[in-house]
């Protein structure tokens, strides 16, 4: 099992920046790929980020490219989303998820989400 926890969420203006923090604890060697996934409300859960454990390769949604960069620190085990230009579209509960990596495509493990508010 893999334990994630979310941080860095909050309310910022149209315009401004946030880093989205996921730190991953427990069973860490069996994570295949960590990805960033949002849901507004009255909206499906859509994805937004992924990135690789190993190969830290990087895929992002058509709706965040150029504006936002996913990393990881290897160091901390934690993996970030940094997010500029924001939008007030953009507003979300931001989730963190594990792919273990036994079925293509499938997510985990999840974790509680952060509420990123952007203001017009």
């Known amino acids: 099992q893999v334990q994630l926890a979310e941080s860095g969420g909050g309310l910022v203006q149209a315009g401004g920046s946030l880093r989205l923090s996921c730190a991953a604890s427990g069973r860490t060697l069996s994570v295949y790929a960590m990805g960033w996934f949002r849901q507004a409300p009255g909206k499906e859960r859509e994805f937004v980020a992924r990135?690789?454990?190993?190969?830290?390769?990087?895929t992002y949604a058509d709706s965040v490219k150029g504006r936002c960069t996913v990393f990881r620190d290897r160091t901390k085990n934690t993996v970030y989303l940094q997010m500029n230009s924001l939008k007030p579209e953009d507003t979300a509960v931001y989730y963190c998820a594990v792919d273990v990596g036994k079925v293509l495509g499938t997510y985990d493990y999840w974790g509680q989400g952060t509420q990123v508010t952007v203001s017009a």
């Open positions: 990135i690789t454990w190993s190969g830290e390769r990087t």
